[in-house]
């Protein structure tokens, strides 16, 4: 139990465009989702808080209008790069968060922008 | 904001030996936990500690949650190659809030 998957598992894009990354729980709802990135050989940074019907939380430093949280549903939230640039390029990870609030992780999407 | 460093930053060492790391806090914890994370993929839950002075293992993994609350050990004996990747500690914001600082990691290579 407990599964959370994220599509695609990789991405290549042009610089300009914008590219969705979606983050499903599959064998449990949840109400709040969270994204990180993470650059090569760094830790884990969060991005942002999803929460179910809500406005996301972001993070400082973090632009919402260049990053798109919409979680429409209690088994899915997604994250939308808008124009992504090369410094976009990252290791992005969602977790969800379970019952009793321990958090599970995505196998996160590899983005390169070229 | 609040840091974990994690010591050491990386590791080098030979199957079957056993591997000390650890985790140290400018802020007090009320729970710590520990993952790992394999190249290429998201990280996962190895020891969660709810208490200080907490000692919990799980198999050949071992950790402590210090009496200060400032910092945590994990321990790997008889370490075997799938053992490689890259250890995290974790723990919840000191807001009440589920959001969860990650320390800054220490990679486990084992030489052959």
């Given at each position: 139990g407990a599964v959370v998957s994220q599509h695609p598992s990789w991405v290549i894009c042009k610089s300009g465009t914008s590219v969705k990354i979606e983050c499903r729980s599959l064998d449990f709802q949840a109400t709040t989702m969270f994204w990180y990135r993470q650059f090569p050989k760094q830790s884990l940074m969060l991005m942002a808080t999803s929460n179910e019907g809500s406005k996301a939380t972001y993070e400082q430093g973090v632009e919402k209008d260049k990053f798109l949280i919409n979680?429409?549903?209690?088994?899915l939230s997604t994250l939308t790069v808008t124009s992504a640039h090369p410094e976009d390029s990252s290791f992005y990870i969602c977790s969800a968060e379970g019952p009793i609030d321990e958090q599970f992780f995505g196998p996160g999407t590899r983005l390169t922008v070229l | 904001g609040q840091q974990l460093n994690q010591s050491p930053q990386s590791m080098f060492i030979q199957e079957g030996e056993d591997v000390s790391m650890n985790c140290t806090s400018s802020s007090i914890f009320n729970t710590w936990l520990w993952y790992k994370q394999d190249p290429g993929e998201g990280p996962v839950l190895l020891i969660a500690l709810y208490k200080a002075g907490e000692l919990t293992s799980n198999g050949r993994l071992t950790a402590q949650f210090g009496i200060t609350r400032k910092d945590s050990f994990l321990n790997i004996s008889a370490s075997i190659p799938s053992d490689v990747g890259i250890y995290f500690c974790a723990g919840p914001s000191n807001?009440?809030?589920?959001k969860l600082t990650f320390g800054t990691g220490t990679r486990l290579t084992i030489i052959p």
């Open positions: 979680h429409a549903s209690l088994t | 807001f009440g809030n589920e």
